[in-house]
Nanobody, 115 residues
Framework: QVELVESGGGLVQPGGSLKLSCVASGIIFSKNTMAWYRQAPGKQRELVAQITSGSSTTYADSVKGRFTISGDNVKGTVNLQMNDLKPEDTAVYYC?????????WGQGTQVTISS
C-alpha cells in the first residue's frame, strides 16, 4: 500500500525559508516520479516541482530560482527546499506520485507566509 507522509510546514515571514519532506512507502522510490503540489484557498491545485527517477527536475515558473526539489533513494524521501518565500506561496502543500493506475497524495502540510 502506497503511503506519503509530509512534514515541515509552518508559519514564516516573507523572505524566510522552509524545508518540506515527504516519506514514501509502498513504492520502489527510485523508479517513481515524485512531485510537490500546492493548493491555496479558492484556487486549483497546482504543480510546484517534480523530480523523475532519472533526477530530472521541473518547476513552476513562479518558484524557479527559489525552490529546490531533491530525492533520497536510500531514505525514500523527497524534499522541497523553499527560499525567499512570498505571501503568495501560502498554501497547503501535497506530496504526490503516480503508481498505475492512480495518483497518490499525502495528507498535506500547511505553509503560511505572513509578517
Amino acid at each position: 500500500q502506497v503511503e506519503l507522509v509530509e512534514s515541515g510546514g509552518g508559519l514564516v515571514q516573507p523572505g524566510g525559508s522552509l524545508k518540506l519532506s515527504c516519506v514514501a512507502s509502498g513504492i520502489i522510490f527510485s523508479k517513481n516520479t515524485m512531485a510537490w503540489y500546492r493548493q491555496a484557498p479558492g484556487k486549483q491545485r497546482e504543480l510546484v516541482a517534480q523530480i523523475t527517477s532519472g533526477s530530472s527536475t521541473t518547476y513552476a515558473d513562479s518558484v524557479k530560482g527559489r525552490f529546490t526539489i531533491s530525492g533520497d533513494n536510500v531514505k525514500g524521501t523527497v524534499n522541497l527546499q523553499m527560499n525567499d518565500l512570498k505571501p503568495e506561496d501560502t498554501a497547503v502543500y501535497y506530496c504526490n506520485t503516480y503508481v498505475w493506475p492512480r495518483m497518490y497524495w499525502g495528507q498535506g502540510t500547511q505553509v503560511t507566509i505572513s509578517s
